[in-house]
């Protein structure tokens, strides 16, 4: 069986799109001066601190599912620069597996974060034709266990949820570059599995107290 490995706001805003780049933010970060000044007020609504007289914000946790993945990688690469310094990710340092329901539980429970992204999943088009069973196993089914965990240790912060664009499938030359209002037409299981991960994060937003947002 494929198996994925979780290694090393406003209501308003539950279950939509945004920008990757502007769903973790802290002030003066290079999230934030990306966005938009309407989602700079969804994403700034943490408690301020003072030093020194300056108003500032503490130190967000992060925690990135997929770290050792491709792009979960970069992602670290770039926050142990020091690009974010009011960022602070997590060290995950052992394996948590998303089907199993216990350890995305004690994930949770152990490292606290205040934002989440969501990267781990099986990746691989041609391995989704090849079982095309066990990619929703890990994408979808994966990706509810995790709002479950959180429901169940009482996360109170965002869950950025990473898609595809292969939820769209294959989009004409005209019709580029594609608009997230697009209807999404898979052609895989890998793009199948992703859609159902995205109606999952929609649903939680909905009716669930969970800050969702997809990407």
């Known amino acids: 069986a494929v198996r994925a490995m979780v290694d090393g706001s406003t209501p308003a805003s539950r279950g939509r ?20 000044p309407a989602l700079q007020a969804t994403l700034l609504n943490s408690p301020v601190q003072t030093h020194h007289g300056q108003l500032l914000k503490p130190q967000k946790k992060l925690l990135a599912t997929g770290q050792s993945g491709f792009v979960g990688s970069a992602l670290a690469s770039y926050l142990q620069a020091g ?5 602070e990710l997590c060290d995950v340092v052992e394996f948590h597996d998303l089907l199993e329901p216990g350890s995305l539980r004690q994930m949770a429970q152990t490292y606290r974060p205040d934002w989440i992204i969501h990267l781990a999943a099986q990746s691989h088009v041609a391995d989704s034709w090849n079982d095309p069973a066990a990619t929703p196993q890990v994408n979808t089914t994966g990706t509810a266990n995790l709002l479950k965990a959180l429901q169940d240790t009482g ?9 595809s664009a292969d939820v769209y499938g294959k989009v004409p030359a005209d019709q580029m570059p594609v608009v997230e209002s697009r209807e999404p037409a898979p052609r895989s299981p890998y793009g199948a599995s992703k859609v159902g991960a995205e109606v999952l994060c929609r649903q939680w937003a909905r009716t669930r107290p969970l800050d969702v947002l997809i990407a």
Do not use: I, T
């Open 17 to 36: 799109r945004v920008s990757a780049a502007c769903a973790v933010a802290a002030p003066g970060s290079v999230f934030l001066r990306a966005c938009s």
């Open 83 to 87: 690009h974010a310094p009011d960022v």
């Open 155 to 163: 996360f109170q912060g965002r869950l950025l949820y990473v898609s």
